[in-house]
Every structure is written in C-alpha cells, then in structure tokens.
C-alpha cells in the first residue's frame, strides 16, 4: 500500500519544474498571443481552412511543421511522432502532479491551450486550475478519453496512421514519463515518490486502452509496435521499440 499525501497546488504547479520541460504546465497570467484550445485542434478543421492557416487546423500545422523538421517522406510519419510528444507532456504532467501533489487538474481539452507552433516539449497554457482526485480511473479520463481517444481517431482518420500504433505510443509516452519522474524520485530520496509512481502506471496500464501495447516491468517497457521514426533520414529504432534493428523501408510498409 502507498500513502498518498495531499498537497495543495500551487498557481503555477512549481513542483512540477524540478521534473524537466516534459512535465511543466502553464497556469498563470496570459499567452503573449491567442491559442487554439486542444478541443478545436481535435476538432474537425473548418470547411474552408487552408493547409497554410495554423488557425484553421492547428493539428495539420502542427503534423506539418514536425515532417519539415524531420524531413519525414510521408504525413503520418510525423503525425505519429507529433502524436507521442502531445501525449509525453499529458502524461507527464497529470503523473507529475497525481505524485507530487496528490491530485490532478482537470485538462478539460476546451481549458487547455497549445502552440502548435512552439517547439519541443510541447507549450501547454490551463486556463483554469480544478484540482481532482489522483486516482487511476480519473487520470484515464483525464488523458485517455478527453485527449488520446480523439486525437487517435483525428490522425487515424486525416492521416491514416494506423490505432495501434498510436496507441502503442501512448503507451511509450506513459513510461516514459513514469521513468523520468520514478528516476528524479529515486535521485532525490522520494522513495514514496517513486513508489507512487510504479504503483499508479502499472494500474494505468490495466486499461483496456493501454493494456496491449506493451510489456512493463517497472518501468522498462517494450512496446509490440513501432512509431515509425526510423523512416526518418537518419533514424533509427527507439529504445523500447518492437524491432531491434531498422527494417528495410518500403513504399507500402506499415507498423502498428
């Protein structure tokens, strides 16, 4: 059993900034410019958005800006890899917090403003802090069905990026932020913080929306697909990919 401890949070969630830039959420003040909300990303892009017009689809800008960046051959290469770092900052601030403070906020996707044209991590603006219960069902609302359910079904349906493999990426994305936050814990003498931090991602990964993705162990993880950055000019395969090696790039190949 983990004792779970409340803390009540801070304006600006200064716990969080110890963690590394993954796992920062601006809460205070205002943005410098107006940002779209992650809820009209997800959103179907309006009728007559241009594919030039960041505000008229955000999530195609920002798929965009990532396959100039990684001279990625084809859209959903750099849809997959826009998708895994959205879903790393969800993940690490929701763990983050759910650890350190012992509750949550509400990332309601209409509250939660990003830039689509920043750089990596990912800025992420909350307009409004309600803290709520850092139990594992409420943080699978919180990220699985407000922000990863409709984001997969967006680049599933726009880019033809195969569920699976989005999902699987999730799953990346989810130890990847518990083995950051389990190894600052450890550094630091938090062993309750790290205890915390097994125990909440192995009950995250029981969801039937995660539960195929991968094999944990602690926090290794090795996922059963593959988020295609090794087509990328120069890639390679990640560290808990399903392949050890590269395959061989094909027109028609597919992963997930």
Request: charged share 20%; net charge positive.
């Amino acid at each position: 059993m983990v004792l779970l401890l409340f803390v009540d949070f801070d304006p600006d969630l200064a716990a969080l900034r110890p963690l590394g830039g993954f796992f920062v959420l601006r809460t205070a003040g205002a943005a410098l410019r107006p940002l779209p909300t992650l809820a009209q990303a997800y959103g179907e892009p309006p009728s007559d958005a241009s594919l030039s017009d960041p505000q008229g689809s955000p999530l195609g800008f920002r798929v965009r800006k990532v396959a100039h960046a990684l001279r990625a051959p084809e859209p959903r290469i750099a849809a997959s890899v826009a998708q895994q770092g959205l879903a790393a900052r969800l993940w690490s601030v929701t763990l983050g917090c759910a650890v350190l403070y012992g509750r949550v906020p509400d990332l309601d996707p209409r509250l939660l403003r990003w830039d689509p044209d920043g750089s990596a991590p990912d800025d992420l603006w909350l307009t409004e802090l309600h803290p709520m219960p850092a139990d594992p069902a409420i943080i699978a609302d919180v990220v699985l069905h407000a922000h990863l359910e409709p984001l997969t079904a967006a680049l599933h349906t726009r880019y033809r990026v195969a569920a699976g493999l989005l999902w699987g990426n999730a799953g990346s994305a989810l130890a990847g932020a518990a083995r950051q936050l389990d190894q600052w814990a450890r550094a630091a003498g938090r062993t309750d913080a790290a205890a915390r931090t097994r125990a909440l991602t192995a009950e995250l990964f029981g969801h039937s929306l995660l539960a195929g993705t991968g094999t944990l162990t602690g926090t290794a993880f090795r996922r059963r697909s593959c988020c295609l950055y090794y087509r990328v000019p120069g890639g390679g395969v990640c560290g808990d990919c399903c392949f050890t090696r590269a395959p061989r790039s094909s027109p028609h190949a597919t992963s997930g």
